[in-house]
């Protein structure tokens, strides 16, 4: 089966055949003059069409009375009206059949409730028709590789192979000024605005396909859909480096961006959390974000934190490596060969270590020599050449001798020529090479350790996980809990409840009896065992050492007694008698040579669902040691969150102590991220302290607080990552008995998949790919995490599998479900590859019908593929499912189902 095309519907913005621009006029400094004069100034290979009911022609062109009269078919509509009309001139460009708009026009949502109402018009509008929308309130759209000037900006952007988009008009339009003298040249120049329709999704999907965009950049102040923008960010950051400047770090920043732009701006901290689960690198320097995109676009990531570094001067190389060391990374240690090597064609006194000092009199030759053999040892991750005018030194022939290793593989190449008029030449020569220059060695230093983390964060999202405990059956206990705690009218569950929760997810409790009088918790504390921990149990008080509700190695019946009597009247005092329902009785836990750490969850109004880890304790918010992840986790997941807090360091053991076992907790975490994105009722959970020591973890205290039962399941926050589709998993038995169930693909499944590519016969695979593709390329973990990490929303691939005998499971077919990279489509095109052994057994038949089970519940409408004229094999399993087969170019047949058609 093979895969189709299909023009895009954000390719009008950028490469239209025809312009309307709705409000053009001739008045001087109007934005309808400057937007009609910047598209005709700029030819982009169409033709442009003003629209003005009170004018025969702007600037000598004929103008037409509406969109209604155009003589044309128009791919894009440029509106600059006022906006109480704007809703009218979009439903005229809906009815004429434009697919694109970039509204100009202000006036909308940020002025208060009157413009949101304008503004919901304007969207139906544009939905009635299937039409695009860039704005309202922008700037416009640039596209400099095509000529394409729908701005109002004075002058076009250099052509280039940088994207950069960006909520402020203002800030692009300062953006292209600085440019044009910098010479940057851009391959996309978007001003989205409100982003009413149009958003940072959309595009990072349009231009992560674009073949002349190498590298995006965005000025983001509200992420708008956070589920799309993720889900756009995590499939394109593996192929192009996507760099944001995000306002709002601080309080008051977060405010003037939300009174910028009419949305609010979500915490900082999940944003961050955000960004890093979607390989998206956040930089905080505007200078910083087009250097870094230009040097990810020319450069391979590092593999790695460790540089080496030639210079002609020693103070440079201590500047770079004191650079390196803050920002996290390190000096390469070289090889014995390396340096035997260097030192057979290096003068006796240079320096023998990294950073490599091949002094002040080094010519081109010993430059590029000192490159190449550090480039050649594996120790290396990147390389950094250090220049400084000296008497004897020649920067622009040494800068031609460099420009030859201006692309080493796998290994960065940095360089920094010091100095001024004397390097101009050098540094240009570098430049149009292909190697980064930086005025000073410190910067390089730092740009690379940018460069390595960014790396480092793209391959642990894509490490495959270790196979953890299923999860799929969801328990039962907390839906009940859920809904007795809101038939009763709270939205507090008492730590007897939480604690029950927890335990249904596997996640280890201290035994909890709940005891309503002294009696009842001098027989529990009996029953339990001596030494005991007495605390209040109540339903409305959340945190119970603030009110003296925790009383801590009890040795004795009587010690229990006054305990409850102390709890009852410490509540009582503070006027809340009825608050003291009675006390809950455990047994005391050894803490020596454990650690006190937090493990909760919080609801964010963007991202949904977001988890907490870090060191707990009563002085949890003081120390703030913590790490956020947005669920569902995997073990590597949960593992990158726990070696971000600062206690990690103490969990492998210090002073003397064992190591808590980091496996145990990465899947404690693993399913406490299942348990907040299953029950989405869930606004906070608190574990603290989760106690975690060489002889296991346990919770010793938890709180859970539910979203008031007014608020309606639809209105829920949704997380912002669609977690395992575990609905769909069914049993399949083969026709032979084999026990066998069909289920959507893991991370977890790279090694299985693996070996399922080693069954296939050269046959199997031309058949599905129409080209034959090596094993050792099938196999490649580049490819296999494309087709492992699922991203659910856009694709649903499922494996049809069996217990081997090993007890691992062994992958016996794999089909998907992929939805076009766009928003509103309604079709999905399947794909099926049965291993060889397996085949003739049914399993072929079972996997497609799933597929459209699957179909069918996801809404989606028309199942189709493209197959090969010689795979009868396949033509004939689609005949017998309801497929109509279409003859199609080059020996291809189209077939292609409508869901739930007979």
Known sequence: MLHGSRAHPLAPFFQPRSVAVIGATETPGSVGRTLLHNLIASPFGGTVYPVNPGRDSVLGIRAYRSIADVPSAVDLAVIATPAPRVPGVVGECAARGVPAAVIISAGFHEIGPAGAALERDVLAAANRGRMRIVGPNCLGVMSPITGLNATFAAGIALPGNVAFLSQSGALLTAILDWSLRERLGFSAFVSLGAMLDVGWGDLIDYLGDDPRTRAIVMYMESVGDARAFLSAAREV??????????????????????????????????????????????????GDVFRLADLLGRQPRPAGPRLTIVTNAGGPGVLATDALAAGGGGLAVLGAETLAQLDAGMPAAWSRANPLDILGDADPARYAAALSAAAADPASDGLLAILTPQDMTDPTLTAEALAKHAHIQGKPVLASWMGGANVAAGVDILNRAGIPTFEFPDDAARTFCQMWRYAENLRGLYETPARGPEGLARPPVPDALIAAALADGRTLLDEHESKALLESYGIPVTPTRVARDEAEAVASARSLGFPVAVKLWSRTITHKSDVGGVRLGIADEAGVTAAVRQIREAVAALGGAADFLGVTVQPMVDRRDGYELILGSSVDPQFGPVVLFGLGGELVEVFRDRALALPPLNTTLARRAIAQTRIARALGGVRGRAPVDVGALAAVLVRFGDLVVDHPRIREIDVNPLLASARGLVALDARVVLTDPAVADAAL????????????????????????????????????MALFHNTLTEESVRMRYAQMLRLDQRTAHERLVRVCFADYDREMPLVVERESSGGAPEILALGRLSRPRIRGASDAEFSLLVADPWQGKGIGGQLLGRLLEVAAHEAIGLVHAEILEANLRMQRLCARLGFRLLPAEGGVIRAERLVGAD
Do not use: Q
Not at 249 to 266: N, Q
Not at 722 to 741: E, H
């Open 237 to 286: 950051a593996l192929t192009k480096p996507i760099i944001v400047i995000k306002a709002g770090r601080s309080e008051a920043a977060s405010r003037a961006a939300a009174s910028h732009t009419g949305a609010l701006t979500g915490s900082d901290e999940v944003l961050d959390a955000a960004f890093h689960r979607s390989g998206v690198l956040r930089v905080n320097d505007i």
């Open 717 to 752: 926050p949704r997380p912002a990552i669609r977690p395992y589709p575990a609905a769909y998993v069914w049993r399949a038995p083969l026709r032979d008995g084999t026990p066998a169930r069909i289920r959507p693909i893991r991370p977890e499944d790279e090694p299985a």
